[in-house]
């Protein structure tokens, strides 16, 4: 990999912008569908992520489309580089392929790095499916490890982002995803079912979500998942479970394994009762020991029932177009900064339920007076008033 970089600093607007120019080789996944004869093989990158755990590992989620003279079909692929400008390698011979790579039959659009396993991927696909990619796996083995399914419960419609969450403090690092039908669910353990599912809607009609970030849940508070809207709109969702409300749980016949019984404390007072009847007939009828998630879902609640809405924090509209991109700031959870196509850049204080402040970047020109659109911003992860941002054309502003 190589790159060329220009850096100029604009004082008046105390503004780095950075313009780099990289020239990345086709890894092998495309290279395997050109070989196909009379097709074409564009490659489009969709995403990408860093890993914390080794800061110079990086992946990309990749989609691969090609067509015959049959059918268009789409793939995508997961490749991780070790960009190591230390090693002891020739320019020549570093990054010129990745690490790791796999080719899938979904077209992927996101992708979300394990904050504690440096080979550990989550991806979510066009189709709705959530899959984790783990490329420690014995060499032959299929490096996805888990995939979620279709059902009522789960996403109908394209995955908008992936984050990796923990419900509560102790529980074990899973998967919260967002996907354009609106709906916001948080996986239960090897994605086999959702520990909770929230759908936005306004008026009834889905929200097409187009991205999120979370906040994890300390001792002393729950975690918050922050998304954002084509419409423009940012809404924050708490999410976290009181064992409090294990006091509001009807009696039960059976064992309810602890996730079953954080689902059933999710749903409204007035539907857990008539649930736990039915969910408790139909599992002495498949002649099972007792309740666990998968035998909640078997039961076939009603969805309204078993993921009841939830309503928002705070929700207000900060941008005039598409909300592109959201991040908490990691010193200050209370404080997270969104993006949008309109080239704004807003910081948001959650406990004010305002807006602090307001970055608008320049115009895409002389002659057009619209700002540049910001595909992402972040926030630095060793200074906490430092953000760098992304945009369209592919310029990097650091404030």
Known sequence: MRHNSKTTKSTALGITKVDLNFEVPLISPAEKITDRKNNE???????????????????????????????????????????DLDAETSSESRNKSPIHDVELTSHLNCIAAHPEQISVWSVGS???????????????????????????????????????????????????????????????????????????????????????????????????????SAGGSVSVYEIGYSKKTEAMVPACEMKWSANALKMLCHMQREHREDAVKKIEQRVKHKKRKGVDCLAVLDAKV???????????????????????????????????????????????????NCCILCFNLPPTSAKNSLSLPVIDATFSPTRETVVVLATKNGTIFVW
């Open 41 to 83: 093989a564009p490659l489009k990158i969709n995403d990408i992520d860093c890993n914390t755990v080794s800061p110079t590992v990086i992946s990309f989620a990749i989609a691969l489309g090609y067509t015959n003279s049959s059918n268009n079909i789409s793939r995508g692929g997961v490749a991780q580089w070790d960009l």
């Open 126 to 228: 066009t189709y709705g499916e959530v899959m984790i990619v783990d490329f420690t796996v014995e060499e032959g083995k299929d490096p996805v490890v888990a995939c979620s399914k279709m059902s009522q419960y789960t996403h109908i419609r394209p995955i908008a982002s992936v984050e990796w969450f923990r419900p509560d403090v102790d529980s074990e690092w899973t998967i919260c995803s967002v996907g354009r039908d609106g709906r916001i669910i948080v996986w239960g353990s090897s994605l086999n079912y959702p520990m909770r599912c929230i759908t936005m809607s306004q008026n009834d009609v889905a929200i097409i979500v187009t991205a999120m970030t979370v906040k994890q849940p300390t001792r002393l508070s729950f975690g918050n998942i922050v998304v954002g």
């Open 302 to 352: 009603a969805f309204e029932e078993l993921f009841p809405s939830l309503a928002p924090k705070l929700t207000d509209r900060l941008h005039a177009g598409e909300v592109t991109c959201v991040a908490v700031n990691p010193f200050c959870p209370n404080v997270f900064l969104t993006g949008g196509s309109d080239g704004a850049v807003k910081l948001y204080v959650k406990s004010l």
